[in-house]
Nanobody, 124 residues
Framework: QVQLVESGGGLVQAGGSLRLSCAASGRTFSSYGMGWFRQAPGKERAFVAAISWSGGFTWYADSVKGRFTISRDNAKNTVYLQMNSLKSEDTAVYYC?????????????????WGQGTQVTVSS
């Protein structure tokens, strides 16, 4: 069993920045990839970013490329999402998840454990 706890969400003005953290426990953190997804009201959960187990590979949704950066610290069992130049359309609940080991990173079914989510609200 894996436990994931997100933190760092909040209210920020458009153009501002936030850094989300996701602390993992219950399994060897460095053995699996991690992803961030988000879900806005009335919408499906959508891919934001992912990182390989080593941190050597990253993937991003087109909507966040150049603004968001995913990183991980395997010594701290934590994955981060640095979000810059935030827009109102970034408002959502953000979830981290553990990758299930398949070849893809963009879809929710490729992840097996999820955190409870943290709210990000960007005011315009």
């Amino acid at each position: 069993q894996v436990q994931l706890v997100e933190s760092g969400g909040g209210l920020v003005q458009a153009g501002g920045s936030l850094r989300l953290s996701c602390a993992a426990s219950g399994r060897t953190f460095s053995s699996y990839g991690m992803g961030w997804f988000r879900q806005a009201p009335g919408k499906e959960r959508a891919f934001v970013a992912a990182i390989s187990w080593s941190g050597g590979f990253t993937w991003y949704a087109d909507s966040v490329k150049g603004r968001f950066t995913i990183s991980r610290d395997n010594a701290k069992n934590t994955v981060y999402l640095q979000m810059n130049s935030l827009k109102s359309e970034d408002t959502a609940v953000y979830y981290c998840a553990t990758h299930g080991g398949g070849s893809g990173y963009y879809y929710t079914h490729e992840y097996d454990y999820w955190g409870q989510g943290t709210q990000v609200t960007v005011s315009s």
